[in-house]
């Protein structure tokens, strides 16, 4: 999911409407129980959604990137 002009679309681009719309209040409670109520950002929330959409290979590979401090190389 995203914001494209301004309006939460699923990854076609369709709006998120009434028959998607629990996945938009699953994510938001993914980011909930990490952050609080009072700390959702549209960063955390792609970075919440970026994370559960990977694979278990990335997984792994995104951990190691982030314990041994390869990201700051990358960026």
Known sequence: MQII???W???Y???IDERTSYKLVNLG???QSIYGRDNITYD???LVHLLTSL???DERN???I???GLLDKVI
């Open 5 to 7: 002009n301004g309006k």
């Open 66 to 68: 982030l314990e041994e």
């Open 29 to 31: 409670k993914q980011v």
């Open 55 to 57: 694979t278990e290979k």
């Open 62 to 64: 995104l951990s190691r």
């Open 44 to 46: 955390r929330l792609k």
């Open 13 to 15: 681009e369709d709006p």
């Open 9 to 11: 679309v699923d990854q």
